[in-house]
């Protein structure tokens, strides 16, 4: 809030990227406000809850390394994603489902997930035209 109110509360409405480091990085609610947001990177976080991104309709590319998110249901809203990195997360197969019908979708990174050989198969089988990186 303070920094809405010395930069003025239009200012967000124009930023199309943010990158967020570290262990104090764990609540992301207000980036709902970010209508544009086009690249959002988070990496090295305690963020686990990503339900502030399922509106965010511009998002085109999204890094979640090494954070606690293991809900991926708020990404199925993200019809224009691109790129996904959720490298060193607790995702596991139970939570690709919700990035099936994401068909603009050109790069998942799932390395260092809790991701099966099995779940990396069925969604490759639903994203054909997708680069899959796992670690086998």
């Known amino acids: 809030t303070w920094l809405r109110s010395l930069l003025g509360r239009h200012f967000f409405d124009r930023v199309d990227c943010v990158h967020l480091r570290g262990q104090h990085v764990q609540d992301i609610s207000q980036l709902a406000h970010f209508s544009d947001l086009e690249q959002l990177k988070i990496r090295h976080s305690r963020v686990h809850d990503i339900s502030a991104l399922g509106g965010?309709?511009?998002i085109k590319i999204l890094y979640l390394v090494e954070?606690?998110?293991?809900?991926?249901?708020?990404?199925?809203?993200?019809?224009?994603?691109r790129s996904l990195n959720l490298?060193?997360?607790?995702v596991d197969d139970s939570q690709l489902k919700y990035l099936y019908?994401?068909?603009?979708?050109?790069?998942?990174?799932?390395r260092e997930t809790n991701v099966t050989r099995e779940g990396v198969r069925n969604l490759a089988r639903e994203l054909?035209?997708?680069?899959i990186e796992a670690d086998f």
């Not at 954070?67 to 994603?81: A, F, N």
């Not at 054909?128 to 680069?131: A, I, Q, T, Y």
């Open 87 to 90: 490298m060193h997360t607790p």
């Open 56 to 58: 965010l309709r511009k």
């Open 101 to 110: 019908h994401l068909d603009q979708l050109v790069s998942v990174n799932l």
């Open 128 to 131: 054909p035209d997708c680069r």
């Open 67 to 81: 954070s606690d998110v293991r809900d991926l249901s708020p990404l199925s809203e993200l019809t224009g994603l």
